[in-house]
């Protein structure tokens, strides 16, 4: 769960810094170690699949509240690879498609998913 908030300490970093695609990218990688932090507590190991999506479908067989979860924060899965990736894209590239706007989209929607781990982790 530390990594998962030094990536999002990150993620503000990088979009204060104008980097908006990387700091899409930081937010998703602090929900996926967010999610697999809480994963890895309820015993798990060798975990398959590495998006928010795949994790919070795990995460679910464990509680429930996950899958409403899914459905709020999956969109970060789209942030994993076009943010970085010039051949992901339509045209041009991601530091020129990437805006203020994703960044703190992707940064509340991390927020939100390291809080509710956060209350999951402490019961």
Known sequence: MRQAEDDLAAARELQGSGRHNLACFMAEQAAVKALRAYLYGCGEEGMLGRGVIDLCNRAGGFD??????????????????PTRYPNFLPSGIPAEVYGRDQARGAMALADEALAFVRTRLER
């Open 64 to 81: 429930q509240g996950f899958l409403d979860l899914k459905r709020r924060i999956s969109i970060l899965d789209a942030y994993y690879l």
